[in-house]
């Protein structure tokens, strides 16, 4: 409760600074409220992009699912089955057909009638690096296409050149159980 006057307070002094700084009296005074941003249903914590030949192997309840956005910090996907908010499950990301990232982590943040919404959890480094590089390959590509109005796609042999090179170093995840495709 403590924290909640303080806010107020400091709103009270900003309007009031606000106020004398532009020669206002207090009929006139300006309208400012403060909303917390937990509270803004839609505040992100990375940029978005949709994706068409993007999907997800779920392993329990076991069901291929279309993903629709992808970020850096989660994916949103369309699902018949039923995900509880809060679950973790364990996936298979897919690009065109071919596993990018296995043994994916994904928690369910919030479940919609049409979208199953999702935030990464425990990525390794080698996942996180690969992630990264699909959302940045998808911007560049979106923006090249809106600056030369060409639709390059280049971002597919990115993410599997990107595959390979981190084969080759021999970075791989931990070994887990295996999801069967």
């Known amino acids: ?37 937990k509270q803004v249903p839609a505040a992100r914590r990375a940029f978005r992009i949709d994706v068409d030949n993007m999907h997800v192997i779920c392993r329990t309840p076991r069901v291929k699912c279309r993903v629709h ?4 910090s989660g994916i949103g996907f369309s699902s018949s089955k039923e995900f509880p908010v809060g679950t973790v499950i364990e996936a298979v990301l897919l690009w065109s057909g071919k596993p990018v990232l296995k043994h994916l982590k994904l ?27 699909i959302v940045l390959a998808a911007q560049k590509r979106m923006i090249q296409k809106k600056h030369s109005g060409k639709h390059p796609d280049k971002t597919e042999e990115e993410i599997a050149r990107e595959v390979e090179a981190q084969k080759k170093r021999g970075i791989a995840p931990a070994a887990r159980k295996k999801i069967k495709l």
């Open 69 to 72: 956005d992808i970020s850096a």
């Open 107 to 133: 928690k369910i943040t919030r479940r919609t009638p049409k979208i199953v919404g999702c935030e990464f959890t425990d990525l390794e480094r080698s996942q996180d690096k690969i992630i990264s590089k």
């Open 1 to 37: 409760m403590g924290k909640d006057n303080n806010k107020s307070g400091l709103v009270s002094k900003l309007k009031t600074k606000l106020d004398r700084m532009l020669g206002r009296k207090n009929a006139e005074s300006l309208g400012i409220d403060y909303c917390p941003q």
